[in-house]
């Protein structure tokens, strides 16, 4: 069986060196994990990009709040992902819904196509919209989104374990769910165990970081 993916959500230097130093496979760089994440400063991904040599990905949220993005926040996105890829994010985490709480599958496809050669993550949004599970056909059709990052719905992964099955069930074999919600290094093995999906996510999977 495949080693899985630990992917540690960091927002310091310090932090990604630390994970990196303790075994992360890969790390999610936000701002603001106090309001679940937003788009990093260029100046600190630099920095992280020059001292660790793991994959980076990047999460391209420009406010809190809901995920209702207008055309300009929609474009400040786009503009984000730009200035990253000159230099050298090639991973990016996104997430939009509709006011109705559905997700929006016209922007988020709109954003993936425009960088076609780049790889996307969706994001929490879809344990806050109404049926997640109906959207996964759609999502099955973007080529280079290329996991989703979620906790079943719930607060954590593990109430949420069998709703993240169902999902990764769902998935095209190209895809696959990165499992979120309160997962930590002391219930890493309980969560594998109830959970099994090819990567795990989370701000304390390796410990206080």
């Not at 927002?11 to 990604?16: C, H, M, S």
């Not at 936000?30 to 793991?54: E, N």
């Not at 890829?85 to 109705?100: N, S, W």
Request: aromatic share 4%; glycine share 6%; hydrophobic share 45%.
């Amino acid at each position: 069986m495949q080693k899985p993916i630990i992917e540690a959500c960091v927002e310091t230097i310090n932090e990604a060196i630390n994970a990196a130093q303790r075994g992360a496979s890969q790390l999610e760089l936000c701002s603001d994990l106090a309001q679940d994440g937003l788009t990093p400063a260029l100046a600190l991904t630099k920095r992280t990009l020059a001292a660790v040599d793991i994959p980076i990905k990047v999460m391209i949220r420009p406010r809190g709040g809901n995920f209702a993005f207008t055309l300009k926040e929609l474009r400040l996105m786009w503009d984000s992902i730009m200035e990253f890829q000159k230099i050298g994010i090639r991973h990016f985490v996104i997430g939009m819904a509709t006011p109705e709480n559905e997700l929006d599958i016209p922007a988020i496809s709109a954003l993936c196509a425009a960088f076609p050669e780049e790889e996307f993550t969706l994001h929490k949004v879809v344990d806050y919209v109404t049926d997640p599970l109906a959207s996964i056909p759609a999502l099955n059709q973007i080529p280079n989104l290329t996991s989703i990052l979620t906790s079943g719905g719930d607060p954590t992964a593990l109430e949420g374990a069998d709703q993240i099955m169902a999902m990764q069930d769902l998935l095209h074999p190209s895809k696959h769910i990165i499992a979120a919600g309160k997962i930590t290094q002391d219930n890493l093995i309980q969560v594998q165990s109830k959970i099994q999906v090819p990567a795990y996510h989370g701000r304390r999977i390796l410990g206080e970081l």
